[in-house]
């Protein structure tokens, strides 16, 4: 059972460049996230997708991109990256739903980006 | 949005002590996850307590929805508990915000 899984584990890119996230959950869990943790800090939500073909914004949305490609798999892109966005990654996916269909988000372990 | 604060923000305790961490949200929420980032940063589920109370070994957690809080509570501490401890709600848009974290040191 993998749960969420991510690739890359770690990329170094230079200013400029483009590269594309992967997430792949396999719990047949409606929603995925994205989120960055820079260091010393929590994370925070850059997009979201509460279901198959629906994305949102999340609290730090520009620069980044992001597709639901099937119900598993969620990516993550960087256009044009900047040494800004040099942050661990953090995929994570959950049920939708309140009450006893609702259940806790699974995490991947994390993408350790850095942008010279 | 919606806003999360924890506090304390960072927390040393001698090993055996116990400790209480604390987690305000400012508008009602579907669910509450507590967890807990190990040094190698992993994040690691420790509670998802909506509401009422729930005790897992030497954690446990109260979610009080109606006041907008939830508490976790460490006893008897061990080096191991060193970390950083999240929570995380859920809002009714399905969006998950986290808190800025209480990072805790258990020293022996």
């Known amino acids: 059972n993998a749960g969420v899984t991510q690739t890359p584990k770690f990329q170094v890119l230079k200013t400029g460049q483009s590269m594309t996230l992967q997430c792949a959950q396999d719990m047949n869990h409606n929603s995925m996230y994205w989120y960055r943790q820079d260091p010393g800090m929590g994370l925070r939500l850059i997009y979201y997708?509460?279901?198959?073909?629906?994305?949102d914004k999340g609290e730090v949305p520009n620069g980044y991109n992001v597709s639901r490609l099937n119900k598993r798999e969620f990516s993550l892109r960087l256009e044009s990256a900047a040494p800004s966005q040099t942050s661990v990654y953090f995929c994570a996916s959950s049920t939708r739903g309140q009450g006893v269909s609702n259940q806790p988000q699974h995490f991947g372990d994390g993408t350790r980006l850095s942008i010279l | 949005g919606i806003q999360v604060e924890q506090s304390p923000p960072d927390l040393i305790l001698q090993e055996g002590a116990n400790s209480t961490l604390r987690c305000n949200f400012s508008?009602?929420?579907?669910?509450l996850q507590w967890f807990h980032q190990n040094p190698w940063g992993q994040l690691i589920n420790l509670f998802y307590i909506p509401s009422g109370t729930k005790q897992n070994g030497r954690l446990s957690a109260t979610t009080v929805a109606t006041e907008r809080y939830s508490l976790l509570y460490i006893s008897s501490s061990q080096t191991t508990d060193s970390g950083v401890y999240f929570c995380a709600v859920k809002t009714s848009y399905d969006k998950v915000i986290f808190g800025p974290g209480t990072s805790l040191s258990v020293i022996p």
């Open positions: 508008d009602s929420v579907n669910n």
């Open positions: 997708s509460a279901s198959e073909g629906t994305t």
